[in-house]
C-alpha cells in the first residue's frame, strides 16, 4: 500500500501542488504553520475516513477557493489506482476511483493509513473519546459498512438529544423519542459487534509489542466496554438490541430529568491496563506513553494482517515528543511499509531514517 503521487489544489494552504512520495521513509520538514500536516491530513482522507482534524468538509477548501480536490496515484494490492476527492463548497463531495464515481465509504480497504499524532500520546490518561476515535477511525477504514452505520448513528443521536433537550418547550416531540431510541438500539447492536472484534483483534496485537518494548516486564491489556446490559459483545445483533432496549427503558425517564442522552454506545471505552492495574489511573507518564506507542504499532499490524500489506504510517511531529529509546523503538518497527514523517527539523530525523527529504514553505514542497 502506498501513495505514489498526490496533488493537491484548493486544499487549504496548498494552491496547487504536486509530490511524488518514495516508497520506504519519506521525512516532511519546515517551519511551523506551513502546510505539513495539511499534506498528512490530504494522504488520511483517501482512506475514506473522515478528517483527522474536522468533520467539515468546508474547512479543507482553500480559503479563496469554491473547491478543493486531493488527486492521487495508490498502489494498493499490486494494482495502480487513481483516486481523486473533490470538495465543492456548499455541494457536498465527490470522489472518483479510476475516473468511476464511488462513496468514500467504498474506498474501506482500497486505501489504509494509520495516523501517530502527539494527542495519541495521551491516548492511555485522556478521556474515552480519544479511544472511541481510535475505534472508529480504524474500523471504517477496514469495514465498508461500518461508516454508515456510525453515520446513521450520530444523526439518530443528534435527533435524539434535540428531543430530550427541547421536550418541556415542545411535547409534541415526544412521539418520535422512542422510535429514535429504537434505531439507535439497532445500530448499537451491530457497531457493538465491529468494535468488540476490533479491540480484541488490538488486544491479541498489541501485548507482544508491549512486552518487547517494556523489555518483557510489563503486561498489557485491553478490554471492551459498553452499555452494561450488554451480556456477551459477540453474540447475534439481535441479542444485542434487546439488551440495548432494557438499559434504554430502565433510564428513560432519567435521560427526560437530565435532558440528554445517557445510554448508548456513545459512552464505550476500553479499559487499558499495565501490568494489571488500570492505567488511566496508575500508570506513570512513561508507562502510559509506552503503552500507547505499542497499540499504534499494533493497529498497523491489524491492517497488514487485514489487507495483506501495511498501511501508510503517517507520524505527525511525534518523534520530536519522544525521548531515544522509544523513538528507537518506533523506527525499527516502521520496515516494510511506506511512511511519511512530519518534523520542523530535518537533519538529524532524515539522517537516522535514511528518507527522502521534502521540505515544506508557505503551501509549496520542494
Ligand atoms: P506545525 O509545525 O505548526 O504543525 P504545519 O506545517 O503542520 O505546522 P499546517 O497545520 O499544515 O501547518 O497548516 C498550515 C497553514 O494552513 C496554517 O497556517 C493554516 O492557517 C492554513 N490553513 C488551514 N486551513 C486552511 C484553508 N482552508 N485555506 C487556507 N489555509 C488554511
Ligand atoms: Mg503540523
Known sequence: MRVERIAL?????????????????????GPNAQGKTNL?????????AHSFRTRFDRELIGFDCDWGSVLAD??????????????????????????AKKTSASLAGLMTAVLFSPDDLYLIKEGAAARRRLMDNAICQLRPGYAS???????????????????REKPSLLSALDEFSDGLARCSARMIRYRASF?????EAAAPIHRDFSGGKEELELQYTTVSTVTDTRAPAEDIY??????????????????????????????????GMAARSYASQGQARTAALSIKLAEREIFK????????????????????GRQEFVLNRIGGGQTLITCCEDENISRRTGGRVFSVREGRIR
Not at 489544489?9 to 520538514?29: A, K, L, T
Not at 498528512?40 to 475514506?48: D, H, I, M, P, R
Not at 448513528?153 to 427541547?166: A, E, F, M, S, V
Open 40 to 48: 498528512l491530513e490530504a494522504v488520511y482522507l483517501l482512506t475514506g
Open 74 to 99: 495508490v498502489e494498493s494490492a499490486g494494482r495502480d489506482q487513481t483516486i481523486r476527492l473533490l470538495f465543492k463548497r456548499g455541494q457536498g463531495r465527490q470522489v472518483t476511483v479510476n475516473g
Open 199 to 203: 479491540v480484541e483483534r488490538l488486544a
Open 242 to 275: 434487546r439488551q440495548i432496549l432494557d438499559h434504554q427503558r430502565t433510564h428513560r425517564q432519567a435521560e427526560l430529568d437530565a435532558g440528554s442522552c445517557l445510554t448508548g454506545i456513545h459512552k464505550d471505552d476500553i479499559l487499558i491496563s499495565v501490568g
Open 149 to 167: 452505520l456510525l453515520a446513521d448513528y450520530n444523526k439518530l443521536y443528534d435527533n435524539k438529544t434535540r428531543i430530550l433537550k427541547d421536550w
Open 305 to 324: 494482517a487485514e489487507t495483506g500489506e501495511y498501511p501508510v504510517l503517517l507520524l505527525d511531529d511525534v518523534l520530536s515528543e519522544l525521548d531515544g
Open 9 to 29: 489544489s484548493g486544499f487549504r494552504n496548498y494552491d496547487e501542488e504536486m509530490v511524488q512520495f518514495g516508497p520506504d521513509v519519506n521525512v516532511i520538514c
